[in-house]
């Protein structure tokens, strides 16, 4: 079945990254953008951006921008998100997301990974 | 950025409609997608493009929108749709399209 089945939970310091990945299967990786979207405790949703497997090519959240990269590897069907800097404002369930175009929605959601940042 | 306002909270007995809004600039001119939430669980969508539904949602849910608001109606509410809610649309500018939810409406079943 189409799944998306993301890393596990992440304890992390201040001032250090986390790279959480999100591996695909069921479906043809390259034809869905893969989505990131985080929620801090108690909060909504955010989108942070997102990427296209095809091309390589991202787009990220201006908030994001400058701290966050994301990548792809085409082979073994799987998407990453690597988030640096941290603070206590990034600890959040960072979830991805398929979507095949801008009419489609997100369709799919990967389980969520917890990311705490604590000294 | 482009900003999506949602009422913080929706109540509603068994049996009746819930009518969940979204305000934006222009929205009835953007493909409005909707998602619901439950505790501890992931997004799930349930209405796209303003009004369609993926497989397995029920009739039930609907999405309509016109000028500056976008609406998810739910009818024949039962227990099991209480949960949060979220409208989102993708802003275009440039070469990309951003994409935006808004803040959440928490549905609760009296």
């Known amino acids: 079945q189409v799944q998306l089945v993301q890393s596990g939970a992440e304890v992390k310091r201040p001032g250090a990254s986390v790279k959480v990945s999100c591996k695909a299967s069921g479906y043809t990786f390259i034809n869905y953008y893969i989505h990131w979207v985080r929620q801090a405790p108690g909060q909504g949703l955010e989108c942070m951006g997102w990427i296209n497997p095809r091309s390589g090519d991202t787009s990220y959240a201006q908030k994001f921008q400058g701290r966050v990269t994301m990548t792809r590897d085409t082979s073994i069907n799987t998407a990453y998100m690597e988030l640096s800097s941290l603070t206590s404002d990034d600890t959040a369930v960072y979830y991805c997301a398929r979507r095949a175009d801008y009419y489609y929605g997100m369709d799919v959601w990967g389980q969520g990974t917890t990311v705490t940042v604590s000294s | 950025s482009y900003v999506l306002t949602q009422p913080p909270s929706v109540s509603v007995a068994p049996g009746q409609t819930a009518r969940i809004t979204c305000g934006g600039n222009?929205?009835?001119?953007?493909?409005v997608h909707w998602y619901q939430q439950k505790p501890g669980q992931a997004p799930v969508l349930v209405v796209y493009d303003d009004s369609d539904r993926p497989s397995g949602i029920p009739e039930r849910f609907s999405g309509s929108h016109s000028g500056n608001t976008a609406t998810l109606t739910i009818s024949r509410v039962e227990a099991g749709d209480e949960a949060d809610y979220y409208c989102q649309v993708g802003d275009s500018s440039g070469d990309h399209t951003y994409w935006v939810f808004g803040g959440g409406t928490k549905l609760t079943v009296l």
């Open positions: 222009y929205i009835g001119s953007r493909s």
